[in-house]
């Protein structure tokens, strides 16, 4: 296998620079090199400047000519739940047909649904499917991809889906780097039904203590009649007492206050926030608590796109992730999320990569290793098809993505 040393000259380079966030206006702020070098030993990043001033590589080095071609930091989608069994087309129909996302959970579908598929399948059937979406994730240019739990709501297959995440991510040729997180307050299971806090005892004195070697951060879906705030608050706290990192589902269907909870427990980041107010917008600004935007579910349900240039204009911080799922949003497409963030929440090219790749890197908390091209971080990194960012949004929904480098070795390569 490739050994990371890699030598990209001639190229375009566009990239967000720092260690941390990009916030409000300074999300537009992009590095710039004409006829650009990239070299990076051992999968992280040596040199970036200028072509002329390439320096000797190893003799094993992978080169490149990446003239007229640009060169991006790798695309980290930080919000997805790529583990599951099971597949909900019928409820993809229900939907067009009018039925919204709460009716149709109470109706038996939703989360519960895939529960009952996720407990009846192996790991290694978990493994395998996830893979699949892995490989077509690389395809288009993603370097690092979040995974959740979620869809067990019960120790035993909780811990099924974190260990086949755990799997993927330690796999020695696997194409990405994986973080897990635990959902396991992703609802109240039917066998809790009416005794929420009976069900978060169980999260706090059993699941936290029994993940946390193999997890990287604990997320809860802070929603009206699911988790609400006093009750999110409660399982926050006991997993950030444990050293979890925290992120929310906030405010996606109701403004119920998540995006003020995520700002004063310090989360990572805080997602959907279709319906958040302007006084969470502040706080999470004031925070420094990342706003994930998800404007595929947002399409995929026909709702309002959450408000990204409020969250900019406020000074804070916005990622971007495609949250693919199998009900709500069965896609894990980074074209059509880069056109949606453009066209519909008129987000410019410059702010759409950065929310995409510093941005979503910090949601993680690991800006200090990728999300941008520069020496001393992870030699993750996109080369475009042609010489121009704004190819990114003006071919709606298509693939521009030529190779995706991940710690210096080449993943995917797409005609």
Known sequence: ????????????????????????????????????????????????????????????????????????????????????????????????????????MERGGGIQSTVNATRATSEDELVDRAQWFIDSMSRMGVTTVEAKSGYGLDTPTEEKML?????????????????STFLGAHAVPREYAGRTDEYIDLMISEMLPRFKDFTDCCDIFCEKNVFEIEESRRLLKAAAEMGYRLKLHADEIVQLGGAELAAELHALSADHLLHVSDQGIRAMAQAG????????????????????????????????????????????????????????????????????????????????????????????????????????????????????????RIVAQNP
Not at 166 to 179: F, T
Request: glycine share 8%; hydrophobic share 45%; charged share 20%.
């Open 289 to 408: 608590t990342v706003a994930t935007l998800l404007p595929l579910t947002a399409f995929a349900l026909r709702e309002p796109y959450a408000p990204a240039r409020k969250f900019i204009e406020a000074g804070a911080a916005v990622a971007l992730a495609t949250d693919l799922n199998p009900g709500s949003c069965f896609s894990g497409s980074i074209p059509l999320t880069i056109a949606l963030a453009c066209i519909y929440m008129n987000m410019s090219i410059e702010e759409t990569i950065t929310a995409l790749t510093l941005n979503g890197a910090a949601a993680l908390g690991l800006a200090s290793s990728t999300g941008s091209i520069e020496p001393g971080k992870s030699a993750d990194m996109v080369m475009l098809g042609c010489d121009n960012i704004h190819i990114l949004p003006y071919y709606v929904g298509m693939n521009c993505v030529k190779t995706t480098i991940s710690a210096g």
């Open 163 to 179: 260990k086949a995440i755990r799997r993927l991510a330690d796999k020695p040729d696997q194409k990405l780097r994986i973080v």
């Open 1 to 104: 296998m490739n050994k990371g040393n890699i030598l990209i000259e001639h190229a375009t380079i566009v990239t967000p620079l720092g260690h941390e966030a990009r916030k409000g206006e300074a999300m537009a702020d992009l590095h710039t090199i004409v006829d650009g070098c990239v070299a990076a030993i051992d999968g992280i990043i040596t040199y970036t400047g200028p072509s002329r001033d390439c320096p000797a590589m190893p003799a094993d080095t992978v080169r490149i000519d990446a003239k007229g071609n640009v060169l991006l930091p790798g695309f980290v989608d930080s919000h997805t739940h790529l583990i599951f069994g099971g597949f909900r087309p019928d409820e993809f129909e229900w939907r067009l047909k009018g039925d919204s996302y709460m009716s149709i």
